[in-house]
């Protein structure tokens, strides 16, 4: 499983920002596929996720409202639209993959690399 994260850049606050998530290697139909941020001296920390079949999604209660996760099964991409964004959101952010049931918030089995997200006040 290769999953290849992008879309990261610097934004103000109240912007909007889109990530993308480039999966491939197998077929992703019982995943679930999930976004992690970490901020500097901060743990990561769940962001939200999606079922790669039927597009159930769960957030983190910090974006709710804000953040949207969605997939294109037929481009094999998962994305991360960011709206409303605030200085709080700046974070390296993480897309990955696990066959486990339901919509986990950790454990996930498979991980791309990160892309930065800076939101200037």
């Known amino acids: 499983v290769q999953l290849q994260a992008s879309g990261g850049g610097l934004v103000q606050a109240g912007g909007s920002l889109r990530l993308s998530c480039a999966a491939s290697?197998?077929?992703?139909?019982?995943?679930?596929m999930g976004w992690f941020r970490q901020a500097p001296g901060k743990e990561r920390e769940f962001v939200a996720a999606i079922r790669w079949s039927g597009g159930y999604q769960v957030y983190a209660d910090s974006v709710k409202g804000r953040f949207t996760i969605s997939r294109d099964i037929v481009k094999n991409m998962v994305y991360l639209q960011m709206n409303s964004l605030k200085p709080e959101d700046t974070a390296v952010y993480y897309c990955?993959?696990?066959?486990?049931?339901?919509?986990?918030?950790?454990?996930?089995?498979?991980w791309g690399q990160g892309t930065q997200v800076t939101v200037s006040s």
């Open positions: 290697g197998r077929t992703f139909s019982s995943y679930a």
């Open positions: 990955a993959a696990t066959p486990r049931t339901g919509l986990p918030r950790g454990e996930y089995d498979y």
